[in-house]
């Protein structure tokens, strides 16, 4: 496996990213490439993004992982993720692996978890190079999926109070106000070990409002008739099941939508085969990398 640490521009922002070729593709060979994306606030290193970068390159396709803005190694503000930009970045991202010498630059997908499964999603809805895309634990509505998220008596109002503080907090001082992590997002304690080093653990109310105005399920019918596949653990601990199911009833043919139990939120991380063995089968019949 040959890797190569690069950096491209976005929004005038330095991003750091990796390119893995698979041993054995010649000189001057040509193979489909996939960038995957990581999930919200952590960086290229994860587990969610090294485990399916590894299945893509045992399969034969050249990988690009990379750091979203103000995550991991790349340049921005800290915390303050916003999902167009990410979406920008990705688009920016595929220009730079379409140059490639052994990329098929018509043939380019994008694969995500979590918050990268939406940016992924919506990508390729709007970007008509995106030639496939992989979803992963993902979601299409960011008002419903926090609706699923907090769930406790009145934490979605305080949720909801919290975003319109951060609204008064920037006009009264024109910063974004700083909240933890898991006030947008919670994570069950048993699943934060997956939450690596170097994750962005305060955010900019400005993210959740981001993520809450995000709507990847408004554009995924634009994909087709390029493929795309829908995966959700069956019992999700972080973002509820109903967000893939909603996207796939939007979704155009070719999608497919698979649901497994024995896994939770991040099942590239978990080392599930069953998830492994339908992601192959299915990059196999839509988008193989030869």
Known sequence: MAEQD???????QKLVGTISVPDGVALGEKRAAFMVLH???STRHAGNVRGPCAMLEKLGYITLRFDMPGC????????????LDQVQATSDALTLLAEHANVDATRIGVMGSSFGAAVSVYTA????????????????????KFKGQHVEPGEYERFLAM????????????????????????????????VIEKSINQMTVDTAQSMFDFRAEDVIGKIAPRPCLLLHSSVDSVTPTQQSIDMFTRAAQPTELHLFSGTDHFMFAEGNARVHHVASDWLARYFPAR
Not at 74 to 82: A, D, K, P, V, Y
Not at 125 to 144: I, K, M, P, Q, Y
Not at 173 to 178: D, H, V, Y
């Open 6 to 12: 690069v950096a491209f521009a976005s929004k005038n």
């Open 39 to 41: 999930g919200f606030g």
């Open 72 to 83: 991991g190694d790349s340049e921005g503000m800290r915390g303050h993720l916003i999902c």
């Open 125 to 144: 809805g709007v970007d008509s190079r995106v030639a496939a895309c992989v979803s992963a634990s993902g979601w299409g509505n960011g008002e419903t």
């Open 163 to 194: 975003l319109a503080e951060g609204r008064r907090h920037r006009e009264r001082t024109g910063e974004p106000m700083m909240v933890s992590r898991y006030e947008i997002v919670p994570i069950p304690a048993h699943l934060r070990g997956h």
